[in-house]
């Protein structure tokens, strides 16, 4: 019998071709995946569940309407999908609570952080919105649990700022609802602002100077430089 050497024709058939074909399998399906949720993040903030048709989304997206249906067994689990990716880079952007003792340091990479994904994903804040202005029917769970725990870990760091005299005595929770209110206004009242601002986008040095003004009163608010 004639033996396999690594490296041979059968070794390329059987060994390296499949993990090349899975790779690119894997590809194709993160990028497919990728159009989708993209595409439906804008037509349920457009629509709402109830509007937002998969028919829509694939034709956003462009991929076979089939396909949406393959990846999201139905159009719940694309919305959940989409809310609890939204709300999760938002947790991350609270990195910063970790990361320094210094609750300017850490405040304003929060704010900044928030900011900046406001201006990245305006349609996944004003989808979150609509959600819970609807009653959070499909996220409470999400919400009561995971949100939850994670607004509650950081207001405990908070109170450890204030019993050190590090800064004012604020009420923390109001300061974290007043953090995600004026950050998000700038995805969920975008179109307003653009009125306000000749009816044109803000520009880099604008958005720049308003993520600056935004970062100075909330500190100044609390005691903070």
């Given at each position: 019998?004639?033996?396999?050497?690594?490296?041979?024709?059968?070794?390329?058939?059987?060994?390296?071709?499949?993990?090349?074909?899975?790779a690119h399998k894997a590809a194709i399906r993160q990028e497919n995946e990728g159009q989708i949720l993209a595409a439906a993040e804008r037509v349920f903030a457009d629509y709402g569940f109830k509007g937002a048709t998969t028919a829509r989304i694939a034709e956003i997206a462009k991929v076979p309407k089939a396909n949406v249906h393959y990846y999201f067994s139905t159009k719940e689990?694309?919305?959940?999908?989409?809310?609890?990716?939204?709300?999760?880079?938002?947790?991350?952007?609270?990195m910063t609570f970790d990361n320094s003792a210094d609750p300017a340091v850490i405040l304003r990479g929060y704010i900044e952080a928030k900011m900046d994904l406001s201006r990245?994903?305006?349609?996944?804040?004003?989808?979150?919105a609509h959600e819970i202005i609807r009653g959070a029917k499909f996220s409470s769970d999400y919400i009561s649990t995971t949100v939850k725990n994670w607004l509650d870990s950081r207001v405990v760091v908070i109170k450890g700022w204030i019993a050190e005299g590090k800064m004012d005595n604020v009420e923390p929770y109001s300061?974290?609802?007043?953090?995600?209110?004026?950050?998000?206004?700038?995805?969920d009242f975008?179109?307003?602002?653009?009125?306000?601002?000749?009816?044109?986008?803000?520009?880099?040095?604008?958005?720049?100077?308003?993520?600056?003004?935004?970062?100075?009163?909330?500190?100044?608010?609390?005691?903070?430089?």
């Open positions: 019998m004639t033996s396999v050497k690594s490296g041979s024709k059968q070794d390329s058939q059987f060994g390296a071709k499949p993990a090349v074909n899975g689990a694309l919305y959940r999908r989409i809310m609890e990716d939204v709300c999760d880079h938002w947790l991350e952007a609270a990245a994903r305006p349609y996944g804040s004003r989808l979150w300061l974290m609802y007043m953090i995600f209110a004026t950050t998000q206004h700038y995805a975008g179109r307003q602002i653009e009125i306000f601002n000749g009816d044109k986008p803000l520009s880099e040095e604008q958005f720049a100077e308003a993520k600056e003004n935004v970062v100075r009163i909330i500190l100044k608010g609390v005691g903070l430089n």
